[in-house]
């Protein structure tokens, strides 16, 4: 397929974002799809927007390419002639996140991640889609041809808004957990398909029939088979022995720990892996709260609020030795990568034909749930669009748990969009994880009281029983 974008343009909304501002300057310099374009970075923290702004000009001098550099803590002031926009901001999360998942534990919901699904994933949404719809509306005036890629968790709510409620955009969600070919590598050596990733040649990338399926987080491995043998149990074995001798967890936090065994765990009941345990876990009750004994594996640890504001700011001290010249502009080269979004913005605009894993409608990829089901789904791409592949059937067991998140995710999404308090509780009470209608009424009640600052002011206006009383 021949290019069709010259010099693309890319506006990244939330450009201080920990996991992707830094990835999305390294792509533009280093794509030859890419660096003769234009990026635009957009941060309402001006000190931080100047610092990313001045790494990017160095990187581009250090590099030599023609990519022009631009910024503004104002998405209008950059969004004329854009032919991408890349949401990745947030509201103060790791402090909202702590709010979320302190308020839950009290009432038998320990998240730890706590930005999809649970009380955390339905109030980040009230903390961010408003934002999201409003770029959305500014989008649809000043580059209503842009493609509109949203990196905000939870992901799949609002991607889900996005299609409903801006249907005249071209958008769709993405996650960093299933980035090809790296996901397909990975499993290809805990199948034992190859020892090491050098192993992994297009002869074995053929051969590896590999297909996951899932709503954002919730992803399944629904078929493995090499060469027209099943490894799906080796894979497992494979989770199972790592989970027997491995320090499952390290210092990655709360979301990493026992994962290898939850996985195994999972797959043994269930009969698949699951592909995102880190937060798949979040979303069974199993290792959740009140009536949950500690056997082999315990109660599921909390987000850490200080340990993420320490890496924050490790990044941040990482970017300011760059841009003072304690490490030399040279060493940015090799310290980062690619990044799943600025790879399929250069598949895109290079018309490369590779697939990757993008939330979107399913349109009879799985064929016994709706099209309009909002799943991650392999899918070919490019500027004409987004072609999911075929999956075949989701299990009976895991489709009826998808049914019931997509149910939430889209609660969620009209009740933040209608501003529904109706909506608001329904959503909560559709949650997987929640067990009681006074309970979910208190939880809401104690969010909107203490996130009051970060929500829209008609939260206040219209209050439950429970937060009427409070």
């Known amino acids: 397929m021949k290019q069709t974008v010259k010099q693309p343009k890319v506006v990244v909304v939330g450009a201080g974002s920990l996991f992707f501002g830094r990835q999305s300057i390294w792509q533009m310099v280093h794509s030859e799809h890419l660096n003769s374009g234009t990026l635009a970075l957009v941060d309402t923290d001006e000190k931080r927007l100047a610092k990313l702004l001045k790494l990017a000009q160095m990187v581009v001098e250090e590099t030599g390419v023609s990519l022009t550099i631009e910024g503004s803590t104002d998405w209008k002031d950059v969004l004329p002639g854009a032919d991408f926009v890349v949401l990745s901001f947030a509201n103060q999360t790791v402090r909202y996140r702590g709010i979320d998942c302190e308020v839950s534990e009290k009432y038998g919901i320990r998240m730890c991640s706590g930005d999809t699904i649970g009380p955390g994933g339905i109030f980040r949404a009230m903390r961010e889609l408003p934002q999201i719809m409003a770029c959305a509306r500014d989008i649809e005036a000043l580059c209503p041809d842009a493609w509109v890629i949203n990196y905000i968790n939870p992901s799949a709510i609002h991607g889900i808004a996005l299609g409903r409620y801006a249907p005249k955009l071209k958008s769709f969600a993405l996650c960093d957990g299933l980035h090809m070919p790296h996901v397909k590598r990975r499993y290809a050596q805990r199948a034992g398909i190859i020892t090491k990733e050098a192993d992994y040649t297009p002869e074995v990338e053929q051969a590896f029939d590999f297909r996951i399926a899932g709503v954002n987080h919730f992803t399944w491995l629904l078929k493995a088979e090499y060469e027209g043998r099943d490894v799906a149990g080796d894979i497992a074995a494979s989770l199972k022995r790592a989970a027997e001798t491995g320090t499952d967890g390290g210092d990655q936090g709360a979301k990493a720990l026992h994962n290898d065994a939850i996985s195994y765990e999972l797959y043994r009941g269930f009969g698949y892996v699951p592909t995102c345990v880190a937060h798949t876990k979040e979303y069974v009750r199993f290792w959740q709260g009140k009536n949950v004994a500690e056997e082999a594996l315990p109660q599921?640890?909390?987000?850490?609020?200080?340990?993420?504001?320490?890496?924050?700011?490790?990044?941040?001290?990482?970017?300011?030795?760059?841009?003072?010249?304690?490490?030399?502009?040279?060493?940015?080269?090799?310290?980062?990568?690619?990044?799943?979004?600025?790879?399929?913005?250069?598949?895109?605009?290079?018309?490369?034909?590779?697939?990757?894993?993008?939330?979107?409608?399913?349109?009879?990829?799985?064929?016994?749930?709706?099209?309009?089901?909002?799943?991650?789904?392999?899918?070919?791409?490019?500027?004409?669009?987004?072609?999911?592949?075929?999956?075949?059937?989701?299990?009976?067991?895991?489709?009826g748990?998808?049914?019931?998140?997509?149910?939430?995710?889209?609660?969620?999404?009209?009740?933040?969009?209608?501003?529904?308090?109706?909506?608001?509780?329904?959503?909560?009470?559709?949650?997987?994880?929640?067990?009681?209608?006074?309970?979910s009424e208190a939880i809401i009640a104690e969010l909107l009281e203490r996130e009051r600052e970060a929500l829209p002011e008609h939260w206040q206006q219209q209050r439950t029983p429970a937060a009427a009383q409070s």
């Not at 599921?300 to 504001?309: G, K, Q």
């Not at 939430?408 to 067990?435: C, F, I, N, W, Y």
Request: charged letters at 30%; one cysteine or more; hydrophobic letters at 40%.
């Open 401 to 439: 748990m998808q049914e019931l998140v997509l149910d939430t995710h889209e609660l969620t999404a009209e009740a933040v969009v209608e501003g529904s308090m109706d909506k608001l509780l329904r959503a909560m009470l559709t949650d997987p994880l929640t067990q009681s209608i006074a309970d």
């Open 300 to 399: 599921l640890s909390l987000w850490e609020t200080e340990e993420r504001y320490r890496r924050h700011d490790e990044m941040w001290e990482e970017i300011d030795a760059f841009v003072s010249g304690q490490r030399p502009i040279s060493e940015y080269m090799t310290a980062y990568g690619p990044d799943h979004a600025t790879d399929i913005i250069e598949n895109m605009v290079g018309g490369l034909g590779k697939p990757f894993y993008i939330n979107t409608w399913n349109n009879g990829a799985v064929t016994n749930m709706r099209d309009d089901a909002f799943l991650e789904l392999l899918c070919d791409i490019d500027m004409e669009g987004l072609r999911p592949r075929p999956v075949g059937e989701m299990p009976r067991g895991l489709r």
